[in-house]
C-alpha cells in the first residue's frame, strides 16, 4: 500500500500494537501537515477514530487528497459511520469530499454515503448520492427508504418502493414492513394491496411482522373489509395482531365490531393488554359524542380494566379524565384523580394537563389552578390548558395574564396558544386586541400564522355576528399563504345563510372547486346555505352529485325542501332515503312534520310522529312538537293544537305558545288567540308584539278589565317597540332601509312609486282583524321597509331577469305581503323576502308560504 512520509514535529497516535520510542508520549498542539518523513497508515486513521479525533483524521485526509494516498475501504466506511454516531454533517461532507481516496468507490461505500446523510437527516443530498449511484442493491434501497420513513415522508417512500421493483429488486421483510407503514399513514390503498399481492407470491406471508403492519395498512385506509379476510386468514396470530385490527375498527368509528373482537380475545386465548385497553376507552370516548351511551362505556371500560388488575398508565387515565370532562361529571373526575395520584401519574404532564381540562369545564378553577401549579415541568400544553379553561369560563382576564407570565417563564406559546388568545379576544368584545396579536404573530418572527389562526378569526366574528368582518378576513385568507380548509368553508358558510348573500355563496363554492375540498360535511353545509340563501335548485345538484350521502345530507335536503315550500319534494326524499336503507332520526323526523303539515296532511301526520315514538324510540323533543301543532294550525283544526298542547310531557315554551298564536291568527280564532296571548306575556312581559296583539284582542272581545290589566303592566316593565329593517343588494351593494325611510336622494321618487303601486293592488274585501303587524301601521310611521327595498331594487337592478331578495328583520305584515304578491304578476318578477317568520318566495302572484305565516 503507497503511504505518505510525516513530519519529524508530528505525534503519532499511540496503539497497544505500535510503539514509537522516538516520539514524545504527550501529544503536542501542532497541527498535523505531510511532507517527508514517518508514514501514514489506515490504522492511524482508526485510531484516531478511535480516540474521539474524527476531525483530525478528516483533516489528515483532506490536506492529503491530492498527494495519490489511498484509505481502505474499510477504513473509509468507519470514518463514515463515525460521522453518523457524532451526527456531524460538516465532516460527513468533508469525507464525502475524499471519496476518491478510496480508488474504484463500490455501491457498497456508496451506500454507506446515503446511509450518513438519510440518518443526519439531510434526505436530498442522500437522495443525490442515490441517484448518482450506477448499481443499486437491497441495502441501498433499505438505506434510502430507511432515511425518508424517519422523516415521515411517507409518499417519497412508496415513491421508491415502484421505482426499486421496476430495477427488478424486491423488498424483503425488513423493507416490506416500512412500505407498510408509510402505505398505512398516506392512506395509499391501492399500493397496499399491490404488496398484499407480492406478498402472498413470495409466500412471505407467514411472518408475522409483515402481517400486523398489513392490518394496520388497511385500518388505517379505512378498508375493513380487507382488514377482516386479512385477519380470518393469516396464521399465527399474536397480541399485535388482534390491538390491529381493534385499532382499525376503532379508526373507522365501528365501535360496536370492535368491542366484539376485544371480547373474542378472551375466547381464542389472549388477554388484553394495555394498549388494548388503552385503543377501547379512547375511541369510546372520541365516539361518545355521536353515539349517547359512548362516554359513559368508556367509563365502564376503565373500571373493567381495573378490575382485570390492569394497571393504568398516563395515557388510559388521560382518555378517562378526557371523558369527565365530557360529561362534566366531576365526583368520577375526582376520584380518577385519587387513581393517579396513586399510581404516579398525577404530576406528569399528560395527566395534568388533562386534569386542568376536566376541572375547568366542571367550573373548578381553583382545583385547576391548582394542578397547574402542581406540575413541576409545564410544556405549552399545559399553559394552552390552563389558558383555554379560563377563556371558555369568561375570565379573559386571568387569561391575559397567564399568556404573559408564560413567556416570562421560558416557554414559549405556539401557534394553538395564539389560536386561543385571539379566539377569546374577539368572545370578549376585544376585535382591536385580536387583530393586533394577529399582526403581531409573524412579526416576531417566531409563530407561522396557519389555518386554524384564520380559522378563529372568521368564527369569531361569525359568532358575534360580524359578518362583513367575518368574509372581507376568508377573502384576505385566499391572497395569503395559507389557504383555506374544510373547517374554514364551514365556519364561514353561516355568515352567508340569508337571502342577500348568494353571491356570497357561490364565492365561497367557486373556491372549494379550486381546492378540490370535496368532504361531505363540506357538501352538506353547501347544501343548506344555498337553501337558506334561496338557491333550492343548487341544493338539490350537490345533494344529487354526492356519491355517498349520509344522514345529514338527507336531513338537511328534506329542511331545504320544507323551508321552500316543496312538501311533496320533502315526502318523496323520505320515501327515497328509507328505501336506501338509511334510519330516520330526531332531526328527520322535524323536517317530514313540518312537510305533512305544508301538505295539511293530518292523518299521515299523526302516524309519523306515533311511528317516531314507538318503531323508532324517539322521544319528542319541543321542535316535534311544535311541528306538530302546525300541523293542526295549517289545517284549521285549533282545538287539536291546544289539546295536543295540554297533553305534551315536556313543558311548553315560548315557542310552541307562538306557533299557536300564528295559527289562531291566521284563522282569526280571537278566544284560542287570547290564551296563547296571555301565556306568552307570563313568559316574557316585556314582548311589546304580543303586548299590542292581546290588547286589540281584548278590544275585540269587548275586555276592558284585562285591557286595563295590560296598561297597568306597561308601567311596571319597560317596553321597546321593535325597529324593522330591511336589506336588498343591487349592484353588488347591500341597501338597508326602515320604515318611513327617507335618508336617500331619490327616496321621494321612491315614497312616490311605491304609492302608486299601492294603489293598483286588489285587496282583499274583509280584513283578518288578528293579523296585525310587528310594526306601526304605514299611516302612522310610514311606508315599511321591505317596500321602500322592493321599488328600489326595481328602479336600481341591472338585469330584470335576476331574483330579487330581501332580508327582513320583522314579521312582514298582510298589507305588504299582498303588494308584494301583486308586484311579482305585474312586474314578472320573482322575489324573495325572508322575515323573521318564513322564507317567502313569490312568482307569478302566488307565494310559497300559502299565505300563512
Known sequence: MQTLTLPIKSTPIPSKHDTFSEFPLKPNKHK?????????????????????????????????SQSGFKVKSRTFTRLIHSCIDCNSIELGRKLHGNVHLVGDVDPFIETKLVGMYAKCGFLDDARKVFDEMRERDLFTWSAMIGGFSREKRWGEVVKLFYLMMEEGVVPDEFLFVKILHACGNCGDLRT?????????????????????????????????????????????????????????????????????????????????????????IS??????????????????????????????????LASAISVCASLKDIN??????????????????????????MYSKCDKFEAAEEVFY????????????MIGGYIQAGYFGKAHDLFTRMRDSGVQPNVVTWNVMIAGYIQNEGEDQAMDLFHKMEKDGIIKRDTATWNALISGHVQTGNKRKALSIFRQMQSSSVGPNSVTILSILPACA?????????????????????????????IDTYAKSGNFVYSRTIFDEIPTKDIISWNTIMAGAVLHGYSNDALYLFDHMKKEGLKPN??????????????????????????????????????????????????????????????????????????????????????LALHAGERLLKLDPENALVKRLVLQIYAILGIKDGYMKIKKREFRYETKEPVGQSWVEVRNTVHCFGIGDKCRPND????????????????????????????????????????????????????????????????MCEDCHTTIKYVSKAYEREIYVCDSNCLHHFIDGSCSCCDYW
Request: charged share 25%; aromatic share 8%; proline share 2%.
Open 374 to 385: 402542581k406540575i413541576i415541568e409545564k410544556d405549552v400544553y399545559t399553559y394552552n390548558s
Open 586 to 671: 330526531r332531526g328527520t323526523f322535524v323536517s317530514i312534520l313540518l312537510a305533512y303539515g305544508l301538505a295539511k296532511m293530518v292523518d299521515e301526520g299523526e302516524c309519523a310522529f306515533s311511528s317516531m315514538i314507538h318503531d323508532f324510540d324517539i322521544l319528542p323533543s319541543l321542535d316535534h312538537c311544535k311541528a306538530m301543532i302546525n300541523l293542526y294550525g295549517r289545517s284549521g283544526k285549533l282545538e287539536e293544537a291546544l289539546k295536543f298542547i295540554e297533553d305534551m310531557i315536556v313543558q311548553p315554551d315560548y315557542s310552541i305558545w307562538n306557533t299557536l298564536l300564528t295559527a289562531c291568527r291566521n284563522h282569526g280564532n280571537a278566544r
Open 32 to 64: 498535523v501537515s505531510y511532507s517527508n518523513g514517518p508514514t501514514l497508515t489506515d490504522s492511524h486513521l482508526n485510531n484516531l477514530c478511535s480516540n474521539g479525533r474524527l476531525k483530525e483524521a478528516i483533516d489528515v485526509l483532506d490536506s492529503i
Open 332 to 357: 368520577k373526575g375526582n376520584e380518577l384523580h385519587c387513581i393517579a395520584i396513586k399510581v404516579g401519574y398525577a404530576d406528569s404532564v399528560l395527566v395534568g394537563n388533562s386534569l386542568i381540562g
Open 498 to 526: 340569508d337571502v342577500i348573500s348568494a353571491k356570497k355563496v357561490k364565492e365561497i363554492h367557486s373556491c372549494i372547486l379550486r381546492r378540490n375540498l370535496s368532504e361531505l360535511s363540506v357538501a352538506n353545509s353547501f
Open 748 to 811: 321621494d321618487v321612491l315614497l312616490s312609486w311605491t304609492k302608486g303601486v299601492a294603489r293598483e293592488v286588489k285587496r282583499p274585501a274583509t280584513r283578518n282583524m288578528l293579523c296585525c303587524g310587528e310594526e306601526d301601521d304605514e299611516k302612522v310611521g310610514g311606508v315599511h321597509s321591505e317596500k321602500l327595498a322592493l321599488v328600489f331594487s326595481l328602479v336600481g337592478s341591472a338585469q330584470a331577469c335576476q331574483p330579487i331578495r330581501i332580508l327582513k328583520s320583522l314579521r
Open 192 to 280: 397496499a394491496k399491490v404488496i398484499h399481492s407480492i406478498v402472498v407470491k413470495c409466500r412471505m406471508d407467514v411472518d408475522v411482522r409483515i402481517n400486523n403492519t398489513m392490518l394496520a395498512a388497511y385500518g388505517k385506509c379505512g378498508e375493513l373489509g380487507c382488514l377482516k379476510r386479512y385477519f380470518r386468514c393469516m396464521g399465527g396470530k399474536d397480541l399485535v395482531s388482534w390491538n390491529s385490527v381493534i385499532s382499525g375498527y376503532c379508526r373507522k368509528g365501528e365501535i360496536g365490531e370492535a368491542h366484539r373482537l376485544f371480547e373474542m380475545m378472551y375466547d381464542e386465548g389472549f388477554e388484553p393488554g394495555l394498549v388494548t385497553w388503552n385503543t377501547m
Open 283 to 316: 375511541s369510546y370516548n372520541q365516539v361518545g359524542f355521536a353515539k349517547s351511551n359512548g362516554i359513559s362505556k368508556a367509563l365502564e371500560l376503565f373500571r373493567d380494566m381495573l378490575l382485570k388488575r390492569v394497571e393504568p398508565n398516563g395515557i388510559t
